[in-house]
């Protein structure tokens, strides 16, 4: 099933042994267009530290929408329970709480709880997991700020570009909780199309400009105003993905 991923934001996270904060933010790869880590907020237990889970260890979410709004968050209150103790998150490798993330703390977590760098197999191919650098191939002193990991409060709200005129802004992303790939970007088109939200594959992306907030696709304006309509109160079947990929000529996931 899919989830929007702001239905995760400041959900309580449990450890096995009991509670250890929320969720503050989410981190994905913009080259896999997956998420990578979720970072917690643990509150007074471990100040100064920022603490990031991998999806690996993060039992399947039980996601049961309410009749309303369901691709867009408005589910029943979430809490991701976690495959770790207390203990263990309490001595994992200490990050700073405003320190960047670097290919070699992430190696560093990976090696100490025994996760897969490459789990679960994505929905955009093996060539789009990038592999992470390891500790050796780092010189000594650098940060090595891994310079595909992103915020996913960089990309809600960035203005999104078609090849012949601006669509509209990012509303929310939709991940899937199998591979935590992020399937598509939700478009509010109201400046341009008013009252609508348009559904975008990752496939259309062809570049982010991070700094200054904006997407572009390699779609026109037309096929986004001709492709099949999506209905946010309802759950996207398979048959929904497959005319919406057809539309515009993007691989599918698995057909």
């Known amino acids: 099933m899919m989830f929007a991923i702001s239905a995760l934001e400041g959900c ?4 096995s042994d009991g509670e250890v904060g929320t969720v ?6 913009d080259e896999a267009w997956r998420i990578r880590w979720v970072v917690l907020d643990t509150g007074t237990w471990l100040t100064g ?3 990031l889970i991998h999806p690996s260890a993060i039992e399947p979410l039980d996601l049961q929408p309410q009749p309303r709004l369901p691709m867009m968050g408005a589910v029943r209150e979430i ?3 976690v495959r770790l103790t207390k203990r263990q998150i309490e001595a994992s490798p200490p990050v700073g709480e405003n320190s960047p993330l670097s290919q070699q703390v992430e190696s560093q977590l990976y090696e100490f709880y025994g996760w897969d760098q490459a789990w679960g197999a994505s929905y955009f191919g093996e060539a789009a997991i ?23 409060e960089m990309v809600n709200r960035a203005h999104v570009h078609a090849t012949d005129g601006d669509i509209g802004h990012v509303e929310n992303l939709l991940a899937d909780d199998v591979n935590w790939d992020i399937r598509y970007l939700i478009v509010a088109t109201r400046n341009w199309w008013f009252g609508r939200h348009v559904l975008l594959s990752p496939y259309a992306v062809v570049k982010v400009g991070w700094s200054d907030g904006e997407v572009y696709l390699n779609v026109t304006r037309d096929q986004v105003k001709s492709s099949p309509p ?3 109160m309802k759950d996207i079947e398979r048959i929904d993905e497959e005319r919406l990929h057809r539309h515009y000529d993007w691989r599918g996931y698995g057909w």
Do not use: E, H, Y
């Open 12 to 15: 309580a996270v449990n450890a």
């Open 24 to 29: 503050k933010d989410i981190l994905f790869d």
């Open 49 to 51: 530290r920022k603490v």
């Open 79 to 81: 809490t991701l329970s």
């Open 130 to 152: 990038a592999p992470l650098s390891t500790p050796s191939s780092v010189a000594p002193g650098a940060t090595d700020q891994d310079p595909n990991l992103r915020s996913v």
């Open 230 to 232: 999506w209905d946010p």
